[in-house]
């Protein structure tokens, strides 16, 4: 039996759920609050128990989620019984080695990557998964393995990929790495782990810096990239290109996808695709399907009111997210909620999320979500960083929905790793009831 302590973490959830379908023994314990990673867990029959010293028995094997030290009394538990404990990271490198593994990296757009490739190698040939929405899956005969492999800590350094895909490097996890110059020495790290070949985006100026021993394939909008996009649409339906690779024509792909950054997350997956022989047009055909990854770009629609749900949280994811609601609603106003992640970022990052924050028409600013950050070590640190430099903005609580009922023909925009759906769901019920 394997117990997860923090079963609902995103990772974890979806670590659970492949483990299960391995033909593993699997349960888990957390916190009682709901969250959008159990629906899965709950689905496959998996046992989601909250915390209890009582949950740990002989013979165990223990998986820990990274935000639990050895003072967690499960954690203690185990310890005092001798029990197996490895991390997420660990677990998830142990299964790498299983199968032809293609880890997808970067410091944004990594999990819809995951999501995309998944759907298309998985419609095409079977293919297991674990994707950072909590979302995995697997099957003992695939012979694939899409995982989405975090850079935070280096813990994609315990993974052994056949492909390693880079999304973009930037300075994100600012209470880890020292300067962009860490960022790049683990990337460069990462894919120096790549047995076969290394897969990244070219029109990311940081990529270029990694001295890697592997082959290095790029790909991008560029022309002296080695996978290219041209002939470019944005509409409002979705994005069409044709793709070229190493100067040879491979296709034309028009997808359900939106802004310049989701472009370039089909892009690294049409080159894999490539590289593995798979048809262009099967590809382009199943790629039509892809319905999104959980809480990226999610949408509801009540009337002229569209609630759009993302993980958002750096100033270039946001920039990103609000290009691809301007694509696809250009005429609506455009009203955002913002939670900022972790004091550290914050701090970090105040004035750039204010100035992307000012190309909507009105912003709405939480309180800092802490994750695994105290406010004592911040003193100075709050969200009226970014609220008294917005043009248009003002603080929310999550009881607050009532100030979001007043917009018409708008495109309402919530973005936190957090899980922001209490007041999503307060204000649907509200819009419902006008």
């Given amino acids: 039996m394997y117990?997860?302590?923090?079963?609902?973490?995103?990772?974890?959830?979806?670590?659970?759920?492949?483990m299960n379908e391995l033909g593993y023994e699997v349960q888990g314990s957390d916190v009682e609050e709901t969250f959008f990673t159990e629906q899965g867990l709950h689905e496959l029959g998996i046992?989601?128990?909250?915390?209890?010293?009582?949950?740990?028995?002989?013979?165990?094997?223990?998986?820990?989620?990274?935000?639990?030290?050895?003072?967690?009394?499960?954690?203690?538990?185990?310890?005092?019984?001798?029990?197996?404990?490895?991390?997420?990271?660990?677990?998830?490198?142990?299964?790498?080695?299983?199968?032809?593994?293609?880890?997808?990296?970067?410091?944004h757009g990594k999990t819809t990557t995951s999501a995309m490739l998944a759907h298309v190698?998985?419609?095409?040939?079977?293919?297991?998964?674990?994707?950072?929405?909590?979302?995995?899956?697997?099957?003992i005969d695939n012979e694939y393995f899409v995982l989405e492999a975090c850079e935070y800590r280096r813990h994609f350094l315990a993974y052994t990929p056949e492909y390693a895909i880079i999304t973009n490097?930037?300075?994100d996890h600012v209470d880890y790495f020292k300067n962009i110059e860490d960022v790049i020495d683990a990337y460069q790290s990462y894919a120096n782990k790549s047995k076969k070949m290394i897969i990244a985006c070219g029109d990311d100026p940081y990529t270029h810096l990694l001295e890697v021993t592997p082959p290095i394939f790029y790909y991008g909008l560029d022309d002296d990239n080695d996978i290219i996009a041209s002939n470019v649409e944005y509409k409002e339906t979705g994005t069409s290109f044709e793709v070229t690779v190493e100067g040879n024509y491979y296709g034309f792909f028009e997808l359900p996808?939106?802004?310049?950054?989701?472009?370039?997350?089909?892009?690294?997956?049409?080159?894999?695709?490539?590289?593995?022989?798979?048809?262009?047009?099967?590809?382009?055909?199943?790629?039509?399907?892809f319905e999104g990854a959980k809480r990226r770009f999610s949408e509801t629609v009540i009337g002229d009111t569209i609630i759009v749900d993302d993980y958002a949280h750096h100033p270039n994811e946001v920039k990103a997210i609000m290009k691809a609601v301007k694509q696809k609603y250009p005429k609506k106003k455009i009203i955002t909620v913002f939670q900022p992640h972790t004091f550290s970022r914050t701090e970090q990052f105040s004035t750039d999320l204010s100035k992307v924050l000012n190309l909507s028409d009105h912003s709405y600013i939480m309180d800092i979500h802490p994750s695994r950050e105290k406010q004592e070590d911040f003193p100075n640190v709050t969200s009226h960083l970014i609220i008294d430099a917005l043009d248009h903005g003002e603080s929310i609580t999550m009881k607050d929905a009532e100030k979001l009922v007043q917009y018409k023909d708008a495109v309402i925009l919530f973005m936190s790793p957090n899980d922001l759906h209490e007041l999503e769901d307060d204000l649907i019920a509200l819009l419902e009831v006008k």
Avoid: W
């Avoid at 190698?121 to 099957?139: F, P, R, V």
């Avoid at 892009?267 to 382009?284: F, G, N, P, Q, S």
């Fill in 3 to 18: 117990h997860f302590i923090g079963i609902k973490g995103a990772g974890m959830s979806a670590l659970a759920q492949i």
């Fill in 121 to 139: 190698l998985n419609e095409l040939t079977g293919a297991n998964y674990l994707i950072g929405d909590g979302t995995g899956y697997a099957g």
């Fill in 47 to 107: 046992p989601v128990l909250p915390f209890d010293t009582e949950n740990i028995k002989e013979e165990m094997k223990i998986i820990r989620g990274a935000t639990f030290s050895d003072t967690h009394p499960e954690i203690e538990k185990a310890l005092s019984l001798g029990l197996p404990i490895y991390t997420y990271s660990e677990m998830v490198g142990h299964l790498t080695q299983k199968f032809k593994t293609i880890c997808v990296a970067g410091c």
């Fill in 169 to 171: 490097i930037d300075m």
């Fill in 257 to 289: 996808i939106y802004g310049k950054h989701m472009l370039l997350d089909a892009l690294a997956v049409i080159a894999t695709c490539y590289y593995e022989r798979l048809d262009a047009k099967d590809v382009a055909k199943v790629f039509r399907t």
